[in-house]
């Protein structure tokens, strides 16, 4: 039998796979369990927009751009209600630059946020979905598990790793390449299927191999 603390943190592990959809009700045309907020990782200014550390924000807007979100400037954060599966969702992009976005994110629960952000250690233009997890060497992450721990869901845009010769700060902070800025709209895709159908169903979506 496994110890106290580690049913325990089981528990939780599933509940959270399964939040946002409880099984039979959206046939049954009940509410859906809450309303998340997804989050969108990046830096805020124009030099940074394009850059692959940004593949969050630019998930954020697709989102907005989608939903009619119109952004409104918030403490530590741009924000945008839209409809999405619930009736008040709210996107999010952190303003406090990267390595402080655990600061902009600190007065909500982790498990009421997706947080959508770039990855080395994916193929770039590879999306995956994926519970809980360290930090894997980004900031914003590190940020926000130091604040909140790290039961939230994740949306990870693959970046690829950084030619031989680049450093990893040079290249998240250089220009994205196509394959990348084509993942986007695959993001929001899998930030939309995670509210309708829960983290579970878009986890056997998204992560299976093409």
């Known amino acids: 039998m496994l110890p106290r603390r580690a049913r325990r943190d089981r528990i939780s592990r599933l509940r959270l796979v399964r939040s946002f959809y409880r099984p039979g009700e959206r046939d049954e045309g009940g509410p859906l369990d ?7 990782l990046g830096n805020p200014g124009r030099s940074y927009e394009r ?8 998930v954020a807007d697709e989102l907005a751009k989608r939903h009619d979100g119109s952004w409104r400037k918030r403490k530590k954060a741009e924000a945008a209600p839209v409809s ?4 008040a969702t709210t996107l999010l992009k952190p303003t ?12 909500y629960r982790p498990e009421d946020l997706i947080v959508v952000h770039d990855d080395l250690d994916l193929e770039a233009g590879t999306v995956r979905v994926k519970v809980g ?4 060497g980004h900031n914003g992450l590190r940020s926000i598990i130091g604040r909140l721990g790290n039961d939230f869901i ?14 990893v700060t040079d290249y998240v902070l250089s220009r994205m390449d196509s394959v ?6 695959k993001a929001a895709d899998a930030v ?17 191999r093409a």
């Open 180 to 185: 990348v800025k084509d993942a986007i709209p």
């Open 51 to 58: 850059t692959r550390h940004n593949a969050g924000y630019l």
């Open 96 to 107: 406090t630059f990267m390595n402080n976005t655990g600061s902009a994110v600190s007065d």
């Open 192 to 208: 939309e299927f995670i509210v309708e159908h829960g983290t579970e169903a878009a986890m056997n979506r998204f992560n299976v």
């Open 133 to 136: 997890g360290g930090a894997g």
């Open 34 to 40: 809450r309303s998340p907020f997804v989050v969108g």
């Open 84 to 87: 999405l599966g619930f009736d």
């Open 154 to 167: 994740r949306v990870r845009i693959g970046i690829g790793r950084p030619p031989v010769g680049m450093s």
